[in-house]
Each structure stands twice: as structure tokens, then as C-alpha cells.
């Protein structure tokens, strides 16, 4: 049910710096890269031959083109490592340089784009005939401590030097609390600046993976400044450890950025045009396999090999085989002594890729089968839903046998999965839907029959799903706000819902589901009465009405009644600081 990360077979895409993709761990060889995960830290060490390193503190001139005018030179080092059980399973090294054109005129306003550019860049996790430019122009806004609106020119997506914007973000600051938009969530920091350095707080988390848990984390995060305030070095550093498939994992990963000489003919090299960039290549790491498979000992010696290197054919050849073979053949490596933890994941995952209907046959065997260990059931099962075309009824119903096991964990698990089978079948779409709509109308296990909802990733069943909105258990509103928001049809209702609902989660939930809708929200009067009296409530839990003070404010133009209800805000007791801030910044006229 959960998925690992995977870097020891990175898709060259996969980890773009600062980026790591959480995925399956067999995701890596099919070169397909999914949500990412951006976590970012600071260098333990430089190539100091790459660039004369500067002191922020530096009074050296930065190539003066014109009075206030600068060219600023910066190196960033990234260096990422993942362990399992003190293992290294990936480490690498990924640098580059680029310049900024740094106009102290206009430090404080947000004007025509700047131009900046990158070059020498080297990237120890990207295929090396991936088409890496001597030097890229971009362009960039920057206002108040804080870099935005950069372009990279037409820069395919998957391209290594999408990092530049990243980079720029954890270059930026900000006045106190600011809320940055992750792949995975939100994180809102505190940031406190004393003389010429700043450093941040993480205050809010409101990131949460399906393919992980985090059990720990630390970060540390230093920005030292020039005497204008422009962002000049950063010492960035993160470490966690995550639980994937019941394995522990620490993820290090750290970043510098210093300054450096300038050298001044970059930005003249750097092409500003739009789509200047669309023509950069990106080559992925795959690899391909020769290998023939006719014997069990030749099966066994060419586990050992993709067990430490796997590929997708490898991976197919190995599951043909072993579907061949047959479930006899699939169970006594199970059982051996000789095969490994991990090579019993791979054998699981080779008999999803063999393509075969006796590949899926054996997987439901091992799956209903109470002698194989529960860990290698749940691959089974994760393993079964992903064979697309291939599945047939078999899949359905094996899943549907494993809901009433005893242990719990298959049980759910097997829920769970219904879902994704769904998704990942069309065939079996209309079954999977009867039958998620069967259980969400029972009840009997209202949030696990909604987070199977959820993986299926259809409206088909907003209709089921609409009831668990007035739940006695928040969680489950919650979740069913979240897969309703996805519908606009069912706004009236979430709407609704928002002014009756005291828990602070699903208001959230329901807030931002609203908001990420292609149709912006437009409050009537009527609403924003009841909104008001619902602020203005002394029974509403103080997170809630910050909450439905941001969403009224946020929707609406200034007016009287509006204005009463902010200054009503500032008087309670219990109101967040960043929702005082809001309610002065409303009342001056400045949403």
C-alpha cells in the first residue's frame, strides 16, 4: 500500500536537483516520472576550482555596468543521498553557476523582467546526452526580499534546469510568515531577519504523502544578505527519515549558494527571445536488457543481477519465465532461504510486468494464500492492479475475498487497492464503481470506501459520496469535501457545508477545494451575511473563523458590512496573527 523512493534507478528527469520523486520502487525503471517531493538543503562541501568563492560580506565590486546596476555571480551546490540500514542507496553531486542582473534602483519594486542566466552546469543525476546549454537565459521579477514570475523560456519540463526556479524560491524572504505551495502540500515558515542574516521557522505543515510516513525531520535554513538586503548566500540543509513498505529511510540533502566573481560576457551569450529554450533535449536513463532466461539456475543468477540493477526488460523476461513456470515454481522461491527480502519484491514485481494472465493468476494465489508473509502479500496486491489490460475479473474478485480476512491490514489494504484497479482498468471501471457505490451507501467502513473513491478518481459517485458530508466523524467529511470540490457542479453543497461545519480541517478542506475550481467563487450578499453572523459566532472555534474571515475577505470587495465584521475580528479573543494582519491589511485597503 505504501510505495518507496527509488534513486538507485533515477529517471534522469526524476530528481531535478532539489527534487525527488516519491514513487514505487520498480517506478524508477519504467522511466515515467510521477509527483515529486521537493525537499531542499545546503552543501557539505565545494570544488572551490569551479569559482573564485566570495564572502557575502564582501566589498569587491560585482561588475558595474551602470550607476546602481550589478551583474551577481552565484554557485550552487546540491548533494542528495538516500540510506537504508547505513547502505548508500544513491549519492550524487549536482552544480551549476548563473548571474543575475541586480538593478539596486529598483530593489523594493516589482517592474519590466530581469534577466538572468546559467552556465556551467553539471548534473551527476541526469544522462549525460541530455542537452545541457553552456549557457541559459531567464528571466525573472523581484520585490521585497522575494524572486517570482520566472521564466525559463520555453524550457521543457522535465529538463534538469527547471531547478533555476527553485532555487531563486529558497533564495527569497519575507517580512515574517509566508506560506510556500509544494508538490505535496503547504509549509508555512517564519522568517526573522537580524542585521544581515535571516533565518526561518517552519510553523505549519500542511503537506501528506499516500506513499509515505515521515517519522522525523530536521531543517535549517540561513540566508545572509548585502548591505542593499539582496539575498547573497544560503546555507540550506534537511534530513528525514521516512517509513516506506515498513522500511525506514533517511533522506540527506543539502544546498549552498555562494557568491562569485561575475564573468561578464554570460548575459551577452544568453538568448532572452521567447521559446529560446524548447530546443534543449532531455535523454532519460534506461536501460536495456539482452538477457535470456531457460533454466531455474539461469533464473536465480539473473535475479541476483536485477535485484542489484533492475530494468524494465530484465524485469519482463524474469516474470515470463516465472508465469511459465507456474505458481509451484513462484512459491518455493518464496519459501527459499536463499532469496532475499528484496528479491522476493522483484520477483512479485517481475510477474506484474510479464504481461501474462498466468502472471496475474499467480498473484491472486499468493495474495489468498495465509502461509506467504503479509509484506509480500500487500506487494502482490499492489503488484495485481497495476497490470492494466492484462487484469481480468480474477483481479476484482480476489480483492473483494480479501475484505472480510481477519487481518485488517489485508483487508484494508485489498479496499484500497478496488479503487486503483478501477482507475487502471477501464474494462473493470463499471464493476469497481457498483461496487464502491454499494459500500459508501452501507457505511460500514465509510472512510475506507471513500479513500477507495478517492483512488478510483471519478465523480461517478459524488451522489454516495454527498452524504458523509453532514458525518459525525470530521475525517470523513473531510475527505468527502475533498473528492466533491473536484466536481463544480457540487459547490452549492460544499458551500453550505462551509458554514456549518466547526471543524477547523474541513473548512480548510473546503476553502481550498473552492479556490483551486477553473470558476472562480463569487459570493452573494445572502452568503456573505451568513458568513458574517458565522464569524461574529463566539461558539465557532477560533481556527475556524480565521478560516472564514480569510475566505470571506478574499472573496469579496470592500464593504461597510465587511468592514464592521473585520473590526469585530481585531476585538476577539483567540484570533490567529496572521488573520489580525489580514483584518488590518482589509480595513486599510489592502487585501
Known amino acids: 500500500m505504501k510505495k518507496t523512493i527509488g534513486l538507485l534507478m533515477l529517471p534522469l528527469s526524476a530528481v531535478l536537483l532539489l527534487e525527488f520523486y516519491v ?13 515529486k517531493k521537493v525537499i531542499v538543503v545546503s552543501a557539505d562541501n565545494q570544488d ?15 561588475s558595474v555596468t551602470e550607476e546602481g546596476q550589478q551583474t551577481l555571480a552565484y554557485q550552487a551546490v546540491i548533494v542528495s543521498t538516500l540510506t537504508s540500514d547505513s547502505k548508500a542507496l544513491a549519492h550524487f553531486t ?16 516589482e517592474e519590466a523582467p530581469r534577466k538572468g542566466a546559467v552556465y556551467d552546469a553539471s548534473f551527476e543525476s541526469e544522462n549525460p ?6 549557457v541559459m537565459g531567464f528571466t525573472y521579477r523581484y520585490g521585497d526580499g522575494a524572486f517570482h514570475d520566472v521564466s525559463l523560456l520555453g524550457l521543457q519540463p522535465e529538463h534538469p534546469l527547471n531547478i533555476v526556479p527553485v532555487l531563486l524560491q ?15 502540500g503547504e509549509r508555512t515558515y517564519n522568517y526573522a531577519t537580524k542585521g544581515s542574516k535571516v533565518s526561518r521557522t517552519l510553523i505549519s505543515d500542511q503537506s501528506a504523502s499516500a506513499s509515505y510516513d515521515t517519522l522525523s525531520q530536521s531543517d535549517s535554513w540561513l540566508l545572509n544578505l548585502d548591505v542593499s538586503g539582496f539575498p547573497m548566500q544560503l546555507e540550506n540543509r ?18 549552498t549558494v555562494t557568491p562569485i566573481a561575475p564573468e561578464n560576457d554570460v548575459l551577452l551569450l544568453a538568448n532572452f527571445i521567447a521559446n529560446a529554450n524548447t530546443g534543449y533535449a532531455v535523454s532519460f536513463n534506461r536501460q536495456e536488457s539482452d538477457v535470456v532466461v531457460q533454466t ?99 483481479a476484482l474478485t480476489t480483492l473483494e475475498s480479501m475484505l472480510t480476512d481477519d487481518n485488517q491490514v489485508l483487508a484494508q489494504t485489498a479496499m484500497l487497492n478496488i479503487g486503483i484497479l478501477g482507475k487502471q482498468n477501464e474494462r473493470l471501471t463499471p464493476q469497481v464503481t457498483a461496487f464502491l457505490s454499494e459500500a459508501l451507501v452501507s457505511k460500514k467502513d465509510g472512510y475506507l470506501s471513500l479513500l477507495a473513491a478517492n483512488n478510483l478518481g471519478s465523480n461517478a459517485l459524488d451522489a454516495e459520496v454527498a452524504p458523509y458530508l453532514t458525518s459525525s466523524f470530521s475525517d470523513e467529511r473531510q475527505l468527502a469535501a475533498k473528492l466533491l470540490s473536484k466536481n463544480p457542479d457540487m459547490r452549492s453543497q460544499l458551500m453550505t ?95
Open 170 to 184: 529558497q533564495l527569497s524572504y519575507y517580512p515574517e510568515t509566508h506560506t510556500i505551495t509544494f508538490p505535496d
Open 23 to 35: 514513487f514505487d520502487r520498480h517506478d524508477a525503471v519504467r522511466g515515467t516520472p510521477l509527483p
Open 296 to 394: 531455474p539456475e539461469a533464473f536465480m543468477s539473473t535475479l541476483v543481477v536485477f535485484d542489484r540493477n533492475p530494468n524494465l526488460d530484465t524485469a519482463e523476461v524474469l516474470g515470463v519465465y516465472a508465469a511459465e513456470q507456474g505458481l509451484g515454481f513462484v512459491r518455493e522461491l518464496m519459501f527459499s532461504e536463499n532469496v532475499t527480502d528484496s528479491m522476493r519484491s522483484n520477483i512479485i514485481f517481475s510477474l506484474e510486468r510479464s504481461g501474462l494472465a498466468e502472471g496475474e493468476f499467480i498473484l491472486s494465489a499468493l495474495i489468498e494464500d495465509e502461509s506467504i508473509e503479509e509484506t509480500d502479500r500487500i506487494r502482490a496486491m499492489m503488484s495485481m492492479v497495476k497490470m492494466g489490460d492484462v487484469n481480468s475479473t480474477v
Open 497 to 591: 457545508q462551509m458554514l456549518n461545519d466547526s471543524h477547523p480541517s474541513v473548512v480548510r478542506t473546503i476553502a481550498t477545494g473552492l479556490d483551486n475550481q477553473e470558476v472562480s467563487v463569487a459570493l452573494t450578499e445572502s452568503y456573505q451575511a451568513k458568513l458574517r453572523h458565522r464569524i461574529e459566532d463566539e461558539d465557532v472555534l477560533a481556527p475556524t473563523r480565521d478560516l472564514l474571515f480569510e475566505f470571506l475577505v478574499g472573496h469579496t470587495d470592500e464593504s461597510a458590512m465587511n468592514m464592521s465584521v473585520a473590526r469585530r475580528v481585531i476585538e476577539m479573543e483567540g484570533v490567529s496573527e496572521s488573520t489580525l494582519e489580514l483584518a488590518n491589511q482589509y480595513l486599510a485597503g489592502k487585501p
Open 48 to 62: 572551490e576550482e569551479k569559482g573564485e568563492v566570495l564572502s557575502p560580506s564582501s566589498q569587491r565590486d560585482f
Open 238 to 255: 534537511v534530513s528525514k527519515t521516512l517509513m516506506m513498505e515498513n522500511q525506514p529511510l533517511k533522506l540527506h540533502q543539502s544546498i
Open 129 to 134: 546526452e541530455t542537452a545541457m546549454p553552456a
Open 94 to 109: 549536482n552544480s551549476l553557476k548563473f548571474v543575475l542582473h541586480h538593478d539596486k534602483n529598483r530593489v523594493q519594486r
